[in-house]
């Protein structure tokens, strides 16, 4: 059982911590020492998913700690213009995304070059962002935080607005045990908050339990599709093997976006990014690292007649006779999106924990 | 789950034979080490832009900006066995138009022999487990951290260059050199040895560590700037002027 792996290890760190997570704290308020209550969350690896890749250990959920994180998450103080937050781009009922975009904006309604991604299952993800430029959660949040973009701001900027604040100071005390609003703890906090987004109550994922669900002959046929033609890179339970392929898409001319080459400074890498995670994709739209897809149809069609050559195209997508593509029928297609449905997680979409109101 | 917490709770209490103990009378006070970091070109302290020098591809250039990050400090003793310092207060700028010293305090007595640090944050630690978030707002604010990735620079080194065929074009030069994604690794560890010397109780020893900038250029590889004079996130290039930064540093005797 998972779930027990997880407290016993939670146990060792808590012998030797001198900081939070063990379910009390006295900090000073303005009335006198007060008591806090601050309990450790529950997180469980859901039994059809892979071990998490986040360090829970390091810096294990607790409720004030993901109450702090999500009301940095939805908090414009993040950015130069006291609108942009994180939610503003991750809309929940998206899945995390940014859907009305093409690609996502920023402070002073400036404009990205990319699509924003869903969040969930972060805990499971070895890299962050379209091309990887994250390797660590805790430490992704710079990216957006300092895009000029996106919100425009800088961490030391952050932090000295949160320490004026008048209520972040008792709520870093809440989470953390001790007086001191930090990047460690601010960085902390929104990782507290966004590991616990885990994602895994789709039909699919029922199915993948054996719970009583059962798949339409449909979903059933599309699945098989999937398996055959879209696994290989859509892979698992998280519909991602977590690579970075370039999937001959068109160079886009307004962009000129490389992809994960500005990461390693790789000619190998041209034009390559993340495989995304399919999860929720019903809600994700629209598709593709610039958003330039609007539907499951157009992603498909695409696939099967819209993909152009370039000397990264990753061969999977190559066939013997020197052409590319992916070859599905019209009707395969209806199956397929019918099978995609499956990955919406309604649950979490509408996760109360995790709203911003 | 109530189950669970209740009994870690229980349990957690038991164990508290690893919590800090202050307490322990016998071990001395500690003492402080004060270790500055010398920029110098040809055995002199490193001048900044308009002063000029020479590299062995007969380019003349003058620096306008030299940071640097320097880390994961462990002090050698004689037996070699190791002081780590800790890894959370261990991630130091050196600039060379600001701070050039390194405080550490709290050093155990004894007699050391040498040092290992870090060129650079070492990527493969967590960076809660790294202590480097709250490195972050710093290195900020020195300019050390990519704007478009969540990494930092390990070393920022800037200024003008004329190539000895074009004396009277002058060129900038940026060398930018970091982690690139969990791609690259271009972080590097040094280790120098010092004549012996004793960190007393509530003493501050100085020491001065040299790093010769002109190996920036010419170590192991020769660097031509002609050749490239942007290097940023540059695969090929960047590795080498972080093996020849390795070779740049050493205990001024």
């Known amino acids: ?357 | 789950m109530k189950k669970y917490f209740t009994l870690l709770v229980g349990i957690a209490s038991l164990l508290t034979a690893c919590n800090n103990d202050e307490s322990n009378t016998a071990t001395p006070d500690p003492g402080s080490l004060s270790l500055t970091f010398e920029n110098i070109v040809n055995g002199a302290s490193l001048s900044m832009s308009p002063t000029t020098y020479i590299n062995n591809t007969n380019e003349t250039y003058a620096v306008s900006e030299l940071k640097y990050i320097i880390s994961n400090i462990r002090l050698i003793k004689p037996d070699n066995s190791t002081y780590t310092y800790p890894v959370e207060d261990s991630y130091f700028l050196i600039n060379e138009d600001g701070n050039k010293t390194v405080n550490l305090s709290n050093i155990p007595v004894d007699t050391y022999a040498g040092i290992t640090f870090g060129f650079g944050v070492d990527p493969t630690q967590y960076p809660i487990e790294s202590g480097t978030l709250n490195f972050i707002p710093f290195a900020e604010e020195a300019g050390m951290l990519w704007t478009w990735s969540a990494g930092y620079k390990f070393l920022k080194f800037e200024g003008v260059y004329s190539s000895a065929t074009a004396p009277d074009d002058e060129t900038t030069f940026v060398y930018h050199v970091g982690s690139h994604g969990a791609n690259l690794d271009n972080y590097k560890e040094i280790t120098l040895s010092f004549g012996e010397f004793q960190i007393a109780s509530e003493n501050t020893i100085s020491q001065t560590i040299q790093f010769d900038v002109a190996k920036i250029f010419d170590s192991i590889y020769t660097l031509s700037l002609e050749e490239k004079n942007d290097v940023q996130v540059d695969p090929i290039n960047a590795p080498k002027i972080a093996e020849n930064v390795s070779t740049a540093f050493s205990i001024l005797e």
Not at chain 1, 105 to 116: C, E, K, L, P, S
């Open chain 1, 1 to 357: 059982m998972k779930i027990t792996k997880y407290l016993i290890l939670i146990l060792f760190i808590w012998s030797c911590s001198s900081e939070s997570g063990n379910g009390e704290s006295v900090i000073t308020t303005d009335d006198g020492p007060l008591t806090v209550t601050n309990p450790l969350l529950d997180f469980t690896v859901p039994a059809n998913f892979p071990d998490a890749t986040y360090s829970i250990l390091q810096n294990p959920p607790t409720e004030k700690g993901f109450e702090l994180g999500k009301k940095l998450f939805y908090d414009g103080q993040l950015a130069s213009d006291g609108v942009v937050s994180c939610g503003f781009c991750h809309i929940q009922s998206f899945a995390f995304t940014h859907h009305t975009h093409i690609t996502s904006h920023g402070v002073d309604g400036q404009i990205g070059t990319r699509n924003a991604q869903p969040l969930h299952n972060l805990a499971f993800m070895n890299e962050f962002t379209w091309d990887g430029a994250a390797t660590f959660l805790d430490t992704q949040p710079i990216i957006p935080i300092t895009s000029e973009v996106e919100m425009n701001e800088t961490v030391s900027n952050v932090i000295l607005k949160l320490a004026a604040d008048d209520t972040y100071p008792t709520l870093f005390e809440e989470a953390f045990g001790s007086e001191g609003v930090s990047a460690d703890r601010m960085f902390k906090a929104l990782s507290q908050f966004m590991v616990m987004m885990v994602s895994a109550n789709s039909k699919f994922d029922k199915l993948e339990r054996g719970e009583a669900v059962t798949f339409t002959d449909q979903e059933n046929a599309g699945r098989a599709i999937f398996d055959a033609k879209c696994a290989s890179c859509h892979a698992g339970a998280l519909q991602t093997d977590q690579s970075y392929r370039n999937n001959g898409l068109a160079m886009d001319p307004v962009f000129n976006d490389i992809g994960r080459e500005r990461v390693t400074g790789l000619p190998d890498d041209n034009r390559k990014f993340k495989v995304p995670s399919l999860r929720n994709i019903e809600v994700t739209f629209p598709y593709m690292h610039d958003g330039r897809l609007a539907t499951l149809e157009d992603v498909l069609n695409f696939y099967t007649d819209g993909m152009v050559d370039s000397p990264t195209l990753d061969e999977q997508f190559r066939r013997p006779d020197g052409t590319f593509g992916i070859d599905i029928t019209p009707e395969e297609k209806v199956q397929l999106i019918a099978f995609l449905k499956t990955l919406t997680d309604n649950d979490f979409i509408e996760d109360r924990r995790f709203s911003e109101f």
